[in-house]
């Protein structure tokens, strides 16, 4: 869940690897460092806990000067969240310094080996005990840095992006990667490297990028063409991509946050979504994965959907929809305990992994497993060139731009949306959504951007109200149907940034035990939109009101049963009710976003939390 950044080339490195954490700080900001290696082959370390900006603080004054260099932003798993354990890490001699992501199973048992054998541990890291571990090989084999790299990770147990420099060879860079993502740019005649842990550093500078495998090592060295090998030194082919990475989607854009400006994103992203997809004209959904794998996708017994967080809020509702137009049953399970369920999978099942990084490491593990069992692998992610998206048969990017702010909003209706298109383009294939829902299904997909642009033209009332909830210690979400996994999400969004407890349940349930906590003191929000439950909601918020629950609504334009009820309303506009998510979740983003802010908190780096989920 870290960050990592390194350079390579003629330019300074400094100016670059601290752009670089800041773009990649949303991976992890419990700490920062760099190591830059000067004309005079000094190597230079600074580190510092906390954010960027406090390494930019203790940095600034001293040499940071140097054309090669590493650099760090943390997201603690071994040792606290402090200077020692930042990255990089020095090696026992000196002369060795790394970065790495990712948790190294059996560093217990390697830093007692290392001890044995005269080593010395300043951290509690298990980053130090793999570079001792490198340090160690080298020098008993009398192996080059790259050969002592290869050999060290074959004993090592766990998962690891890294990248190590030698200050007695300031041309080169070392790096690797298992189960943790690491991209290459290549810049001027391929002999310039830039390498980090996603490509948002990388972009301005070069759009040509090699994705590292897992247990390939790579050596870049200065006025040389990159090598890769793997394990065993034997050469693997550098294949670059093209990258289309647009810089300005990476800052602000004039917004206080980044969470914000990716709520105001959504009407042009979901457009991108679906341009070249929906074609309104033409009465048609089209994807590339669904007219590829026809008859792999028809023929499915079954589906299921793994994955974690927001992006299993999305997977329930695209259980919903792909068992309404579809017809085939759908399962849908938290990756993390999928793999240890020992779960049945059987050839010509299809599982779908949801992920906005395309990196979290428990959906990338049950497709691995998925795989050798048989099934067919469908993608669902953000991060283009991602590791799911790599070990994927096939699936759909969600084109909804960087998600810079820990909390997902854009993601998540993107994902709605693709769930949505594929869901009809799987039912209209088998024959099992009719003509007339399939046509008025796309008339109204095309709608939705211009539906939550008017939403988010309510910005300020929504402001205001939050100001009325932040002092509040718990509040409930209640939803029914394809408006429950959006009460799961609200109530996430809230404890994700507000730190104020939250949990979202299906309105039903709420007499089977959550009821006893209603009392004036917790607000309860209700997704009372019009649909075909809307009666039952409305009993279930009566309920709430007779137990002295101050009931805030997210209702239909136009409602007026509702308003005679709630403490207070939201309105959004009126859509099909398999859409409705995509509408009634803009309020609960906005309300939790002003409530953080309300509160004085930072609303993009939320505490304890990091983007890119990339360890278990």
């Known amino acids: 869940m870290c960050g990592i950044v390194a350079y390579l080339g003629c330019r300074e490195a400094y100016p670059i690897l601290v752009k670089g954490l800041h773009r990649l700080e949303y991976r992890g900001y419990d700490s920062a460092g760099v190591a830059v290696i000067n004309e005079a082959g000094k190597l230079n370390i600074y580190k510092a806990a906390g954010k960027v900006s406090n390494l930019e603080q203790i940095a600034e004054g001293h040499d940071c000067s140097g054309t090669i260099g590493i650099a760090h932003t943390r997201w603690a798993t071994h040792g606290a969240p402090n200077q020692v354990n930042a990255h990089p890490h020095l090696s026992q001699s000196g002369n060795l310094t790394m970065v790495h992501n990712g948790i190294i199973e059996n560093a217990n048992d390697l830093r007692d080996q290392l001890k044995e054998r005269g080593f010395t541990f300043k951290s509690e890291t298990d980053t130090e005990v793999l570079l001792q571990l490198i340090e160690y090989t080298k020098l008993k084999h009398e192996l080059d840095l790259a050969s002592a790299v290869r050999s060290a990770l074959k004993v090592v147990v766990g998962a690891y992006a890294i990248a190590v420099i030698d200050r007695q060879d300031p041309d080169t860079i070392i790096a690797a990667r298992k189960s943790s993502p690491l991209a290459i740019g290549l810049g001027e005649d391929n002999c310039e490297f830039f390498i980090a842990s996603d ?20 050596c870049c060295r200065r006025g040389e063409p990159l090598q890769i090998t793997n394990l065993n030194a034997e050469s693997v082919d550098v294949q670059a991509k093209e990258i289309d990475l647009d810089v300005s989607m990476l ?7 980044f969470m914000l400006k990716e709520i105001f994103d959504q009407p042009a992203v979901l457009r991108d979504c679906m341009r070249g997809r929906l074609l309104p004209a033409h009465k048609r959904i089209i994807l590339s994965a669904v007219t590829e794998h026809r008859e792999e996708l028809i023929k499915a017994s079954r589906f299921i959907m793994v994955s974690c967080g927001t992006s299993w809020h999305a ?5 919903q929809l792909i068992e309404m137009f579809c017809r085939i049953p759908v399962e849908v399970a938290y990756a993390s305990e999928f793999r240890y369920s020992d779960p049945v999978i059987n050839p010509g099942d299809v599982v779908f992994a949801l992920s906005q990084s395309g990196e979290t490491a428990d959906t990338l593990s049950a497709i691995q497993m998925a795989s050798e069992k048989g099934a067919m692998v469908f993608g669902i992610v953000n991060a283009v060139g991602s ?5 994927s048969d096939t699936g759909t990017y969600i084109h909804v731009g960087p998600e810079i702010g820990v909390a997902s909003t854009k993601a998540f209706t993107g994902q709605t949306t693709v769930l949505a298109m594929l869901a009809l383009a799987i039912g209209r294939e088998k024959g099992t959504v009719d003509e007339k829902t399939y046509t008025d299904a796309i008339e109204e997909l095309q709608t939705i951007p211009d539906k939550i642009a008017r939403i988010l033209a309510r910005d300020e009332e929504i402001k205001a109200l939050a100001a009325e909830y932040a002092g509040k210690k718990n509040f409930l979400y209640l939803g029914r149907g394809m408006n429950y996994p959006v009460a799961l999400e609200g109530a996430l969004k809230l404890k994700e940034i507000s730190y104020i407890h939250a949990e979202g349940y299906p309105a039903a349930e709420m007499k089977h035990g959550p009821i006893a906590l209603v009392d004036e003191d917790m607000p309860v929000v209700f997704l009372a939109t019009h649909h075909n439950l809307y009666e039952k909601i409305l009993s279930n918020m009566q309920e709430v009101v007779a137990r002295k629950g101050k009931v805030l609504a997210i209702v239909s334009e136009g409602d007026t049963v509702v308003k005679d009820i709630a403490e207070h309303v939201i309105e959004v506009p009126h859509t099909s009710n398999f859409l409705c998510p995509l509408v009634s979740v803009i309020p609960l983003q906005l309300l939790a976003y002003h409530i953080a802010v ?9 505490r304890n939390l990091a983007k890119s989920v990339t360890v278990e």
Do not use: M
């Not at 997977?315 to 259980?319: E, R, T, V």
């Not at 590791?387 to 070990?391: H, L, P, V």
């Open 387 to 391: 590791s799911i998206a790599r070990a």
């Open 199 to 218: 490509a948002s550093p990388i972009a301005g500078y070069t759009n040509k990028v090699v994705y590292v495998n897992d247990e390939e090592v790579v």
């Open 251 to 257: 800052d602000k854009g004039g917004f206080p946050h």
């Open 598 to 606: 309300a509160k004085g908190l930072d609303v993009d780096q939320p």
């Open 315 to 319: 997977a329930l509702i695209g259980k």
